[in-house]
């Protein structure tokens, strides 16, 4: 086990993998859900306030009446689709939480919401020419390795209609200013956020070229048995962005500070993209 951890606890190769799941694991998703659902918190989900600022702003740009058919990626519980239902879109939501997506069916047949939800890695979608719009929101486009991101903006581009847009956000270079790498550790002896049960967590933080980021966890639960949960971001600064998007083969390019459309200023944490197909 001690020759296990040594291996782990070295920086690792960039965008090296989970040896578990995050998103869609059993335990870890309930206080994920917990999270999205809670009004206030900004953790998995924006506060409350924010996304219905968020989703009136889209609606402004981008109205339902000519934007009707909409793709939400990485749609957690549904906060946007549901909001963005009742502005009038036609949305087809796709989540790897299978928590997050039988929460959004299960309120969208509460509420007789016609949302298509499906539980789908996005890195699997093949639409061709389908959407006027679709938003990827909270900085998960970052998340990606370099060929996830290039792999993914071009199944974007292919599943929008000419004129298509897409709205997302990243994290800027203020997000992380100041914040060095760093190694420190807890022990549980109760259920929490990483485990139902007593546990060690050995947290690292890691910088890497490029403006790349790693957050890594790593559990070791009452037996002995060890799983490395690793989360990756990659920041931006305006050109960056740019460069990355005009790669894709998108051209007109609108950015601001975040998704409620607030003006571009450098001293953002994070910048909103909207391009078109
Ligand atoms: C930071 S949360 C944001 C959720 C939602 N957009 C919001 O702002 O409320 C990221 C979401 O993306 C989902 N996700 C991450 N990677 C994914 C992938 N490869 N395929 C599908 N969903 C993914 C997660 O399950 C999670 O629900």
Request: proline share 3%; with cysteine; net charge negative.
């Amino acid at each position: 086990m001690l020759k296990e951890l040594f291996k782990y606890l070295k920086k690792p190769a960039i965008y090296a993998q989970s040896t578990s799941e995050f998103w869609d694991d059993e335990h870890i998703s309930k206080g994920m859900l917990e999270a999205h659902l809670h009004p206030n918190w900004e953790a998995a989900s924006r506060c409350h306030d924010f996304i219905d600022e968020s989703v009136a702003w889209i609606a402004k740009i981008t109205p339902s009446e000519t934007n009707k058919h909409l793709l939400d990626l990485g749609c957690g519980p549904g906060l946007y689709a549901e909001r963005l239902y009742k502005r009038g879109y036609q949305i087809t939501g796709i989540d790897f939480s299978k928590r997050s997506i039988e929460y959004a069916k299960g309120k969208a047949n509460e509420r007789n919401y016609d949302i298509n939800y499906i539980y789908k890695n996005y890195l699997e979608i093949n639409y061709k020419n389908e959407f006027e719009l679709v938003v990827m929101i909270y900085c998960d486009y970052g998340a990606l390795s370099d060929n996830n991101r290039e792999a993914l903006l071009k199944k974007i581009y292919d599943s929008l209609k000419p004129g298509g847009k897409f709205i997302f956000d990243v994290f800027s270079l203020k997000e992380f200013e100041g914040k060095n790498e760093n190694n420190t550790w807890y022990m549980s002896e109760e259920s929490c956020f990483w485990k139902p049960e007593k546990h060690i967590c050995l947290e690292s933080h890691f910088i890497y070229e490029g403006d790349v980021r790693l957050n890594q966890h790593i559990i070791i639960d009452k037996d002995g048995k060890i799983e490395i949960i690793r989360n990756w971001f990659k920041s931006y600064t305006k050109n960056t962005i740019i460069t990355e998007v005009k790669r894709a083969g998108f051209n007109k390019i609108e950015v601001y500070s975040d998704v409620t459309g607030k003006p571009y200023t450098e001293e953002s944490k994070t910048i909103c993209i909207v391009v078109e197909k």
